[in-house]
């Protein structure tokens, strides 16, 4: 009678949270936006300063390192939301499609322009483009650890 009970339960049980989406985009998330500002930057420092090639190379690695320090500071509630969205997504609907992926980037950092920078366009176009790569970067890497 005990092992019917808990088959019953087992049947009717709901499948778990999953988590492992969440701790990706939160450890991961901030870590690919980093990388992208620092590419950012040496574009732009390479483009309006006409500095060697090896000049950029530097400024990009002391860009990305400088930015490990900061980069979970400023982009971690960003990543837990956009983490807690897909992994919701993932456990009504399945896998995330790239499209909504983009849609979550856009919706943050539209969030943390009207937060941090309300004034500027240039660098809160800056600001979507670096959460879009980041949620679709991350949503690749949920992608691929599935497979």
């Given at each position: 009678m005990n092992q019917a009970s808990t088959s019953a339960t087992k049947a009717i049980r709901r499948p778990s949270f999953p988590w492992g989406v969440v701790i990706l985009y939160v450890f991961i998330g901030p870590i690919i936006g980093n990388a992208v500002i620092a590419l950012i930057s040496g574009a732009t420092l390479?483009?309006?300063d006409l500095s060697a090639l090896n000049d950029v190379l530097s400024g990009i690695f002391l860009f990305f390192m400088m930015g490990l320090m900061f980069c979970h500071l400023m982009g971690g509630i960003q990543a837990l939301l956009c983490g807690v969205a897909a992994a919701l997504w993932q456990r009504k609907r399945g896998q995330l499609p790239y499209s909504i992926a983009a849609l979550f980037g856009v919706i943050v950092g539209l969030g943390f322009i009207f937060i941090v920078t309300p004034d500027s366009f240039p660098?809160?176009?800056?600001f979507i483009v670096v959460h879009v790569v980041a949620v679709l970067g991350c949503n690749y890497l949920t992608r691929k650890s599935k497979s």
């Open positions: 390479f483009t309006t660098m809160s176009s800056i």
